[in-house]
């Protein structure tokens, strides 16, 4: 019982040329977005740090230096003078800031300043507070800037850590593409080009790929077919649709090498037809053509399931006889010459007759030469004793008047 054979499913060439060009622009878009992201991420920090701490140190230290002025100048310094100083702390600086506390100390400083004759203890007091709370302020700002520079400092050579890491990838990815394309793409045209010029070539044995892409591996079949066509062909002879010289040759070549290994002794019949010259002469080569076409299916309908005929040239012909002995090959042989005796003559032709030599192995040789020498020498026996006869050994031979 036969299964069928399942064929893997192959991947169309453009499907995958398609599939790792969007593999890879989808892997340059996401590293292209993490580095956006990280730089933004980079930029907000380099933001704050200039845009919000910066501003609001400096607007705390105005603070202070309005508030050191302001008390300085008192009692020359009206309470409505100091809304000055109390407006800096509604700078937009300090909107990220907890500034209750030092709004606290500016309002206790405020209603000293308002009284009718303050003392001065209570004045230096509070202004101190208001200074040593800004200045604590301006400090924390301070620290975290302080904090923040060597983290912004440290990011340029992450970013360029990142960058070689980016850079590495694209190449691993480039090389595992360009790997995908050679295997998948390249490297099966290639050994199908290697396989093409060798069949051009005349070797019909060539082995031919079929993988990679579903194209490349349509392309290979196609190959695969025209090979065998051409195999074919190189092995059949166009006129009687015989085995041609060739595959005879590689046939008994097969036999011989089988019959070395095991006991296993076969035959070689050499058929000639009688007379063809005087027949092309007489009838044409169209008549001709048509008595070796004749002959041809004679010999098939005449000889065994396993024997194998081909027309070794002109009007010459050959069978090998597989496993058999000199009294079978006798029958075999005198079976075809007189199926072919018994042909009807055509209109246009008369009735033909071949000889008949035989062979066998390993008694008359042991290789193809020495075998065809053998059926030959026979061969022209039969022709010299009159033709249409088959002759198997130096006493063995059948005639028909």
């Not at 990815?173 to 099966?188: D, E, H, I, Y």
């Not at 050994?191 to 349509?218: T, Y």
């Amino acid at each position: 019982m036969s299964y069928p054979v399942c064929m893997p499913r192959r991947t169309h060439l453009r499907t995958r040329v398609l599939l790792l060009t969007g593999a890879f622009a989808l892997v340059l878009f996401a590293i292209t977005l993490g580095l956006s992201w990280w730089a933004g991420r980079s930029q907000d920090r380099w933001s704050r740090l200039i845009g919000v701490e910066t501003n609001a140190t400096a607007s705390l230290d105005k603070l202070i230096e309005q508030q050191n002025a302001f008390r300085a100048q008192l009692p020359h310094k009206s309470a409505g003078d100091y809304r000055v100083v109390e407006q800096v702390v509604d700078d937009k600086a300090l909107a990220s800031l907890d500034t209750g506390p030092l709004r606290a100390k500016i309002r206790a400083f405020a209603e000293v300043v308002a009284e009718p004759h303050p003392r001065t203890e209570d004045v230096d007091a509070t202004s101190n507070a208001v200074v040593l709370e800004a200045a604590a302020l301006s400090g924390q700002r301070k620290a975290i800037v302080a904090q923040t520079i060597p983290e912004l400092e440290r990011d340029a050579p992450d970013m360029m850590v990142i960058g070689l890491a980016v850079a590495w990838i694209v190449v691993i990815l480039s090389f595992a593409a360009v790997q995908t394309t050679l295997r998948k793409v390249v490297q099966p045209i290639e050994e199908l080009s290697r396989a093409a010029d060798r069949i051009a070539r005349g070797d019909v044995n060539a082995e031919v790929p079929v993988r990679g892409d579903l194209e490349i591996s349509n392309l290979g079949k196609a190959v695969a077919e025209m090979r065998d066509k051409l195999r074919d062909h190189a092995r059949t002879d166009d006129l009687t649709g015989l085995p041609n010289f060739r595959a005879f040759r590689e046939r008994i070549d097969g036999e011989i090498s089988r019959g070395a290994r095991y006991p296993a002794p076969f035959g070689v019949l050499v058929l000639d037809l009688d007379h063809f010259k005087k027949y092309n002469d007489t009838f044409g080569h169209l008549a001709g053509n048509d008595a070796l076409q004749r002959v041809a299916a004679a010999i098939r309908e005449n000889i065994r399931t396993p024997d194998f005929a081909a027309r070794y040239g002109g009007e010459e012909f050959a069978v090998i006889l597989p496993e058999a002995d000199a009294v079978s090959a006798a029958a075999v042989a005198e079976r075809v010459r007189a199926g072919i005796e018994s042909l009807p003559a055509p209109p246009d032709g008369s009735f033909v007759t071949v000889s008949i030599g035989a062979a066998m192995f390993p008694e008359d040789g042991r290789n193809p030469d020495a075998l065809f020498h053998a059926a030959d020498e026979r061969l022209y026996t039969a022709k010299h004793e009159g033709r249409n006869r088959v002759v198997v050994g130096r006493s063995e031979s059948a005639a028909t008047a």
